[in-house]
């Protein structure tokens, strides 16, 4: 469990402070379970504010971790948002990545009740040619009975076949299934 406190919100890139330590970041779409997996990282209920209207989460949050820092980027693909905020939240993002930072690993969440979106697409593939370490954790695990979990882990996993050494973890803020595996693979990219 990581011992976080909350440090300060980006909603231009202007707004990014210097990268001092090692950034653990996390990234997903809108209302794909990003908070609830921080929340649960850090054993906490609301350090991430979880919301049922998807595009709440506009600004890019920092939490200090002692060693490292942790950064939840905005959620992405959420169709209700005015065309300026999602040029915004473009230019946040891009900007972020812009930046030189001292990424250690992104933390990429899909929903694993269905495919990897196009956004989602995009962004595994922005990762992949930048050469920046990442994990694809799908969220939501607990929502799918035995034989739905193991159609769509065969059906993601083949859909990310093209992706060298990708890692999969299926994960459950209910159970806690994939928590262990993810604290691990965390720390040991640190």
Same mark, same amino acid.
């Given at each position: 469990?990581l011992?976080?406190?909350f440090?300060?919100s980006?909603?231009l890139s202007s707004? +990014?402070?210097?990268?001092l330590?090692?950034? +653990?970041?996390?990234s997903g779409r809108?209302n794909?379970?990003?908070?609830s997996?921080?929340?649960?990282?850090?054993?906490?209920?609301?350090?991430?504010?979880? &919301?049922?209207?998807?595009g709440?989460?506009a600004? +890019?949050?920092f939490?200090d971790?002692k060693?490292?820092?942790?950064?939840?980027?905005?959620?992405?693909?959420y169709a209700?948002?005015s065309? &300026?905020?999602?040029?915004?939240?473009?230019?946040l993002?891009?900007?972020?990545f812009g930046?030189?930072?001292?990424?250690?690993l992104v933390?990429?969440i899909?929903d694993?009740?269905?495919?990897?979106?196009a956004d989602d697409l995009?962004?595994i593939?922005?990762?992949?040619?930048s050469e +920046?370490?990442f994990i694809?954790?799908?969220?939501?695990?607990?929502?799918?009975?035995?034989n739905e979990?193991?159609?769509?882990?065969?059906a993601?996993?083949?859909?990310?076949k093209?992706y060298?050494?990708?890692?999969l973890y299926?994960? &459950?803020?209910? &159970?806690g299934?994939?928590?262990?595996q993810i604290?691990?693979?965390?720390?040991e990219a640190?």
């Open positions: 469990m011992n976080v406190e440090t300060y980006a909603g707004q +990014i402070k210097e990268s330590k090692s950034e +653990i970041v996390f809108s794909v379970g990003k908070s997996l921080i929340n649960k990282l850090c054993g906490r209920k609301a350090l991430a504010r979880v &919301s049922s209207k998807p709440k989460t600004t +890019i949050n939490f971790a060693n490292f820092t942790l950064v939840d980027l905005p959620g992405y693909g209700k948002v065309k &300026s905020e999602k040029l915004r939240w473009a230019e993002v891009e900007g972020y930046l030189h930072r001292n990424i250690a933390v990429q899909v694993m009740r269905h495919k990897p979106t995009n962004m593939n922005f990762l992949s040619q +920046i370490p694809v954790v799908m969220t939501k695990s607990d929502k799918l009975n035995k979990y193991q159609a769509q882990l065969s993601i996993t083949e859909q990310l093209d060298e050494d990708i890692r299926p994960f &459950s803020a209910l &159970s299934e994939g928590m262990e604290e691990k693979t965390i720390m640190l």
